[in-house]
């Protein structure tokens, strides 16, 4: 849908041309001048049918919107999975405060704490509510095929780097968007765990916008690799023999 504000031009069924004077998209009012008049009218763009100029409908949006991009974002990296580019990766952790979410998407290994770090691949759940874009030339409300178009040409470089196969990551990845898409996103928190903790918790799941019940799906498994970085948890260990070393002038069973 093309962007309102004041000074667009519209059309309105029995005023005819308009131009808008104010908008409130927190509301859906507007006010709008027709003509010779000198007041202005306040309509509604979910209920008073305005288009623009050309013909085209204003739509207004009735649900509340996506606090956090992160659902956007796990629908277009699975998108990508599925064309090729399994070496791309979406990590996410809360901020100090827990009211929002940061996002980081990095491609090459699968090296969830030394991830490399790119312009535009990374932002907060904070900056989305105030400005809901990616920040790499994606307009507001863009498709998952629009949010792709829009990375492949602000960073060719860095989106080829995720050319190759990854195929444990990229299974559960879909499954992990099979259970969370549309409403809910995963939340990657290095939590402390105590040493008698006998598994990994369940991976925590956080709703994209309010009104949202509680999940109540299956619980998720960490990405593959993740248990190595748990604190706390004994990690499985090879039992390799110690060589022995043969110095001159010493026997070799005297060593130990």
């Known amino acids: 849908m093309k962007p309102i504000a004041p000074g667009t031009i519209i059309f309105h069924r029995y005023r005819g041309y308009g131009v808008l004077t104010s908008v409130n998209l927190l509301s859906g009012w507007v006010a709008v001048r027709f003509g010779n008049e000198q007041r202005v009218l306040d309509l509604n763009l979910s209920s008073d049918q305005l288009q623009h100029a050309d013909g085209e409908l204003i739509l207004f949006r009735h649900a509340a919107p996506d606090r956090m991009p992160h659902a956007r974002l796990m629908a277009m990296v699975r998108a990508l999975h ?101 409403n809910y996103m995963y939340s990657l928190n290095m939590a402390h765990v105590g040493a008698a903790q006998p598994a990994l918790p369940p991976v925590p799941v956080i709703a994209v916008r309010r009104n ?45």
């Open 82 to 182: 599925r064309a090729g580019y399994q070496r791309l990766y979406l990590y996410t952790w809360p901020k100090p405060s827990g009211l929002h979410w940061r996002w980081h998407l990095f491609t090459g290994p699968r090296n969830w704490m030394q991830r490399p770090w790119r312009e535009g691949w990374y932002g907060s759940g904070a900056e989305y509510n105030f400005n809901p874009v990616m920040g790499w030339g994606d307009q507001p409300g863009a498709t998952t095929e629009e949010l792709i178009e829009a990375l492949a040409r602000f960073d060719p470089p860095g989106l080829a780097q995720a050319l190759g196969r990854d195929e444990d990551h990229t299974a559960w990845f879909d499954a992990v968007c099979a259970a969370l898409l549309p």
């Open 212 to 256: 949202v019940p509680d999940y109540a799906g299956p619980a998720l498994t960490w990405p593959p690799g993740w248990a190595g970085l748990w604190r706390g948890l004994p990690e499985p260990r090879l039992a390799v023999p110690t060589p022995k070393i043969r110095l001159p002038g010493i026997s070799s069973d005297a060593l130990p």
